[in-house]
């Protein structure tokens, strides 16, 4: 599953060639020729799409990589990550159990993102004691923000 608005159109683009190129089988969605879309649009579909069972994995691209995480992790059961280096790619994944990948289209060029995606899709999580431990506890953060009312200010 891939998503991206606008400021990440070409950049999505290129990263759905590489990974059919690749082997995977690739749903996408957002921004298509350039046209305005809202990024929590994108990012909460692609989100509903991974929680479904469509994907093992999303990656969402935006100008910056920042909207599209905000959103995202808005939605329980989501842990994406903003990377912009490698270490971060594969870390995120093996600590974290990242299951989204948010990339910046205007920071990150074509050549990192393809070595973020492919270290980020490579990287396995490291089911260790202290690894266990800190999801479950982004776990119990995650259900107690969403037993309160939100407020926007």
């Not at 608005?5 to 059919?20: H, N, P, V």
């Not at 990012?43 to 991974?50: E, G, K, N, V």
């Not at 929680?51 to 920042?66: K, P, S, Y």
Request: with cysteine; charged share 20%; hydrophobic share 45%.
């Amino acid at each position: 599953m891939i998503g991206g608005d606008q400021a990440g159109y070409a950049l999505k683009a290129r990263l759905i060639d590489a990974l059919q190129a690749w082997g995977h089988t690739v749903e996408h969605i957002g921004a298509e020729r350039g046209e305005e879309v809202d990024f929590p649009d994108i990012s909460q579909a692609a989100c509903a799409a991974l929680l479904a069972g469509r994907a093992e994995r999303a990656i969402l691209v935006c100008g910056t990589g920042i909207g599209a995480s905000m959103a995202a992790n808005k939605v329980p059961g989501i842990r994406a990550a903003l990377c912009h280096d490698v270490h971060s790619a594969h870390q995120s994944v093996e600590h974290d159990n990242a299951n989204v990948l948010c990339l910046g289209a205007q920071i990150v060029g074509e050549w990192l993102a393809l070595d973020l995606v492919r270290t980020y899709l490579n990287a396995r999580y490291d089911d260790r004691e202290p690894y266990r431990r800190r999801l479950a506890k982004l776990a119990a953060l995650e259900q107690t923000a969403t037993r309160r009312s939100p407020t926007i200010t």
